[in-house]
């Protein structure tokens, strides 16, 4: 947060004044909050829950919490950091509730935007090589949902949140050595899976 | 074989076999800058690390392009309007409170004011059922009950009250 502010004073400076304009109750200082981190968080949450349903409401029950705590956040730590740890409690708490029973759906990965018969009628002369890339993508993702939670947690922290691993470790609650070791289980546990499925492949 | 040539080969087996956890942390830029830098010394010199690593790599770039969800419709009108009702609820929760111990000073100044009443009117002796009511002790506490049962009672009547009235409006 320090660094932050140094590279970036006028960023830093801005978003503590949205924070503590939420912190005053003011309604639209939340909706711009909740505007801009609405895909990263929802996303994030996704990947934990796998079934959007559960995914849709935890990132409600997020933003209460937020407008619950905000008061007792502490300014000096990164906001990210901490609205991250709001919605990791509250996933850990809604996965200890379903604990025993049946693993959830699997989550449809499509982005919405692209699917490989769009991208084949574009005529683009990319369009083979990016469908193959959305072919590596899906089965990527594919693989990712197989993986335990804790698993999904630190990947999606740190490759499509580009998360520092001392932010990761703060997010989960858990020491640095852990999340290094989470971190290789996951790369290895994510490449056994994808093996698995293409025997005769290396790599992605 | 020279002293060095033996010593950095030694290097190599060890690290080789000692350092393949570090591959795909190194892919995840998990490493801090000492064991990076002993790891790509490494890989200059091993062809099978240096595989291994553009495997990883390939795979730190797939998880930074993994096809991304879409937000669910009217996700963020559902959530402002459970933002919106938790507020209200939470205003309404304050108000009862507020009103349950308002109500519960006035109720018990009221008390208060009845039991110096009924001390004149009585002369200070009113007993019932060998209980003498004018007695400090016996009137706070009967009164206390009774204070907190009325305010109570009416708190929760205004309080629907206001949150029937919120409907209507």
């Known amino acids: 947060m320090i660094l932050a502010a140094a590279m970036n004073p006028e960023a830093f400076s801005g978003a503590q004044d949205a924070i503590a304009r939420v912190r005053r109750g003011d309604p639209d200082a939340l909706t711009a909050m909740i505007l801009r981190y609405q895909h990263r968080l929802y996303r994030y949450l996704l990947r934990l829950a796998r079934e959007p349903a559960a995914a849709d409401d935890l990132f409600q029950q997020t933003w209460l919490r937020v407008m ?16 991250f740890s ?5 996933a850990v708490d809604a996965w200890r509730g379903k604990r025993g029973e049946s693993r959830l759906d699997d989550v449809d990965a499509s982005d ?50 580009d ?31 994808m093996d698995a499925r293409s025997p005769g492949r290396k790599g992605v | 074989m020279s002293e060095h040539e033996a010593s950095r080969q030694a ?7 000692a350092g393949a956890d570090m591959l795909a942390l190194a892919a995840a830029g998990a490493l801090d800058a000492e064991e990076q830098r002993r790891l790509e010394e490494h890989a200059r010199e091993c062809p099978e690390c240096r595989r291994e690593l553009e495997i990883w790599s390939g795979y730190s770039q797939g998880l930074r392009r993994l096809p991304q969800p879409a937000i669910p419709a009217q996700l963020m009108e559902r959530t402002r309007t459970r933002l919106v009702q938790e507020r209200a609820a939470a ?5 009862d409170e507020l009103m349950l111990g308002a109500l519960a000073l006035f109720a018990w100044t009221v008390g208060l004011t009845f039991w110096f009443v009924a001390r004149i009117v009585t002369g200070g002796e009113l007993v019932i059922m060998g209980a003498n009511l004018v007695r400090f002790g016996t009137w706070s506490a009967g009164s206390t009950v009774l204070v907190w049962l009325t305010a109570a009672v009416a708190a929760l009547a ?12």
């Open chain 1, 163 to 193: 998360m520092k691993l001392e932010e990761i470790a703060e997010v989960a609650g858990i020491p640095l050595s852990t999340v290094k070791s989470r971190l290789r289980r996951a790369l290895e546990g994510l490449r056994a899976a």
């Open chain 1, 68 to 83: 619950e705590k905000i008061g007792h956040y502490d300014a000096r730590r990164n906001f990210e950091s901490w609205l």
């Open chain 2, 91 to 95: 205003a309404d929760r304050r108000w």
């Open chain 1, 112 to 161: 919405g935007r692209e699917s490989p018969g769009a991208l084949l009628r574009t005529g683009d002369p990319d369009a083979l090589e990016r469908l193959l890339d959305f072919e590596r993508g899906a089965v990527l993702a594919a693989c990712i949902q197989e993986l335990p939670v804790i698993h999904r947690e630190v990947l999606t922290l740190r490759f499509e949140e």
């Open chain 2, 11 to 17: 290097f190599h087996q060890a690290f080789h076999q």
């Open chain 2, 158 to 169: 205004l309080g629907k009250r206001r949150r029937e009235l919120r409907r209507v409006l």
């Open chain 1, 86 to 90: 709001v919605a990791h409690n509250l």
